[in-house]
């Protein structure tokens, strides 16, 4: 079975402060990683993703996530936040195989950007 | 923009009715995945169609059902609607040869009474 785990339900920064949302995930299998974020009455966006390529993923907006299969984690970081990142983030797991194309999702993590 | 769309926006509809939502995918994306995001929670897989047959399934009733079309747009349908189906429903679609990165539309968020 595979699942997702993101470790914090909130997170709040100042604007300029680093960022640092927290995702672990459970598979028997190699599995493909992504994080998608959502604005308020909006769609999920895809920020990133990482598959079986280099373990130091950039993505979108300046986000970029490390992927440590000793620590079975995907945490997604920023240097800097901006206000505009202010959303919900969400871990996402797909295992492959016979459950391609299957995205199991994290409960999500509401970031908060302080001025 | 993700050039997924979906109709209606919103919908409202009471206990025991039927509804069907719509979603035209992305230009050259032949998969469509459904998916059902509770208030509070994060987005949980229906099902899967690939080449107009459904090819995966997440742990939700039959009174769930899909159709593709030769177009590859898609549709939803939910029968004998209950409270808990209150809730945004994702469609997402998927390029052929592009591995599983799923684009989302913006969703069609349901409220049963």
């Known amino acids: 079975a595979q699942s997702v785990t993101q470790l914090d339900s909130h997170v709040s920064v100042s604007e300029g402060t680093p960022v640092l949302l927290r995702c672990n995930y459970s598979s028997s299998y190699s599995p493909s990683l992504f994080w998608y974020v959502q604005h308020p009455n909006k769609g999920l966006q895809l920020l990133l993703k990482?598959?079986?390529?280099?373990?130091l993923v950039k993505g979108i907006n300046g986000f970029e996530a490390e992927f440590k299969k000793s620590e079975t984690s995907f945490h997604l970081t920023k240097p800097s936040a901006h206000m505009s990142d202010a959303a919900e983030y969400f871990c996402v797991v797909s295992l492959g195989g016979t459950s391609y194309g299957k995205l199991t999702f994290g409960q999500g993590t509401i970031l908060t950007v302080h001025p | 923009e993700t050039g997924v769309t979906q109709s209606p926006t919103h919908l409202i509809k009471t206990r025991g009715q039927q509804v069907t939502l719509r979603c035209s995918s992305q230009s050259g994306h032949n998969t469509v995945s459904w998916y059902q995001q509770a208030l509070g929670q994060g987005p949980q897989f229906i099902f899967q169609y690939y080449r107009e047959e459904e090819n995966g399934r997440g742990n939700f009733p039959p009174r769930f059902s899909g159709l593709q079309f030769p177009n590859y747009s898609s549709e939803l349908n939910v029968n004998a609607l209950e409270l808990d189906d209150s809730a945004l429903y994702l469609c997402?679609?998927?390029?052929?040869?592009?591995?599983?990165?799923?684009?989302f539309g913006p969703g069609t968020r349901l409220l049963v009474l």
């Open positions: 990482y598959t079986s390529a280099a373990t």
């Open positions: 997402a679609s998927r390029a052929p040869g592009r591995g599983e990165t799923q684009y």
